[in-house]
């Protein structure tokens, strides 16, 4: 087992960004005296060489489609190498488990997956069987994530901003969550519990991406503000240390109005921008997703923002089986009346709802009442929207983003053709085209991946 690569790691996807699905799993089990490699399928190829030489084969599965990748390389590993030890770890890993056990993996892990990663190890090589499905949550001692091995810095995501692209190292000063929105996969795993990263080791991970190239660093928490005393020493800390380099993080609506006071000084620490999973403008549609804000909310939220020069980039799941057409139509206007339409990536628009095996949604009768059978291939629930026109719009837009995407079509004028598109399916006149602010007035800072999960 501590032979060069007798434990190989392997990322899918990771939103453009650099792996730390990767590097800290490494850092754990180089600590642990193993010799693991990594690969980045989103840069690299599965290499025969290196799948025939592993014992154990370790798929990050932190988000759905990183699942749906790591599923089909999972059976290219088995054909290769039959006698190799396969497990899949992080979110999607645990809520998918029944899928994953019936015949594509030999283990699952969840959460806080690498110290029992390291556990698998060792009794691998003390020649003991293994557990097939960790859940473990509990405190780890983080060591430096571990990425030397990994594809240089230039290969991933930058910060667009001012005309220029900047380089984005991605950081976590926290993991779990404390909030229990129901159709996030984090709540089924982590029950309402974060944990934090210690601030000196964030800050040496961040010295060591500054040194690769970094000018811009993204906090990937799930919410930097579920310990907003730990978020505004670490980001005090990194503006002493590199007052040049800018930043960006997520945070729930409600806590963006709850630390009001806060953002003046994440605005002069270097915050480019923060990103807020709104959802939905509909309080129906919020309130099934116990999203614990409303639509005022969000205006208010962005008021706050806008107010300290920081820029909202909201994320939302328009599709759900309780938003309706015109919902739709009213979110767009809402983009367009706050001045939002380059601050949100077109994709966000096509989202549609995820129900995972393991989701809270089927928790709730009332909704569950909506939602379908499982589509094992798919790794989500099936469900139908009762108004037909819902999900041909949804395909149609999907459709219009993906060939917008591909002719690099500003975001503005796939916006208006979305606004186009949903008008015609609602039967109503299509409004004035919308028209791009100034050529002198700069797009929003932005990352070059868009968001999706």
């Known amino acids: 087992m501590r032979a060069p690569g007798a434990i190989l790691l392997v990322s899918c996807y990771e939103l453009g960004h650099q792996p730390l699905g990767l590097a800290w799993p490494m850092a754990f089990l180089e600590r642990a005296g193993y010799a693991p490699r990594a690969l980045d399928l989103a840069l690299e190829p599965l290499h025969e060489t290196a799948v025939r030489g592993a014992r154990v084969a370790a798929i990050m599965a932190p988000m759905h489609t990183a699942l749906r990748l790591g599923v089909p390389a999972a059976q290219r590993i088995r054909r290769l190498n039959p006698g ?155 503006h002493a240390a590199f007052p040049d380099l800018s930043y960006d993080f997520t945070a729930k609506i409600e806590h963006v109005l709850r630390h009001r006071e806060l953002f003046p000084e994440f605005a002069a620490t270097g915050c480019a921008f923060v990103v807020s999973a709104v959802e939905a403008l509909s309080d129906v549609v919020l309130a099934n997703l116990e999203k614990g804000h409303t639509k005022v909310d969000v205006a208010g939220a962005i008021t706050i923002l806008r107010h300290v020069g920081i820029a909202p980039r909201p994320t939302f799941v328009p599709f759900t089986p309780w938003s309706t057409l015109d919902d739709y139509l009213e979110l767009l206007d809402f983009l367009e009346a706050h001045d939002l339409v380059d601050h949100v990536d077109p994709v966000q628009l ?104």
């Open 84 to 238: 190799c030890r396969i497990v899949f770890c992080g979110l999607y890993a645990l809520l998918c488990a029944e899928f994953l056990l019936d015949g594509v993996a030999d283990g699952v892990m969840g959460g806080e997956f690498e110290g029992e990663l390291v556990a698998l190890a060792q009794r691998l090589e003390a020649g003991q069987e293994p557990q097939r499905r960790g859940a473990a949550l509990q405190r780890l001692a983080f060591p430096l994530p571990s990425r030397a091995s990994l594809p240089p810095l230039a290969r991933y995501v930058r910060l667009a901003r001012h005309d220029r692209l900047v380089p984005a190292g991605y950081v976590e000063a926290s993991r779990g969550c404390l909030h229990t929105c129901l159709h996030c996969p984090i709540p089924p795993v982590y029950g309402g519990r974060f944990f934090a990263v210690p601030r000196a080791v964030v800050m040496q991970d961040i010295r060591g991406l500054v040194a690769a190239g970094a000018g811009h660093i993204t906090f990937g928490d799930p919410d930097f503000l579920n310990g907003p005393g730990h978020a505004l020493k670490l980001v005090r800390e990194l």
């Open 350 to 453: 096509t989202i549609r709802l995820l129900v995972p095996p393991g989701s809270l949604l089927l928790t709730r009768p009332a909704l569950r009442a909506a939602l379908g059978e499982l589509d094992a291939a798919g790794l989500s629930h099936r469900w139908t929207h009762p108004d037909p026109r819902m999900d041909e719009l949804q395909r149609e837009a999907s459709a219009l983003v993906l060939e917008a995407a591909r002719a690099e079509e500003a975001p503005a004028v796939t916006f208006y053709r979305l606004r186009e598109l949903a008008g015609r399916r609602a039967g109503r006149p299509v409004r004035t085209p919308f028209r791009r602010p100034p050529r002198d007035r700069p797009m929003a800072p932005r990352l070059t991946e868009p968001w999706f999960c």
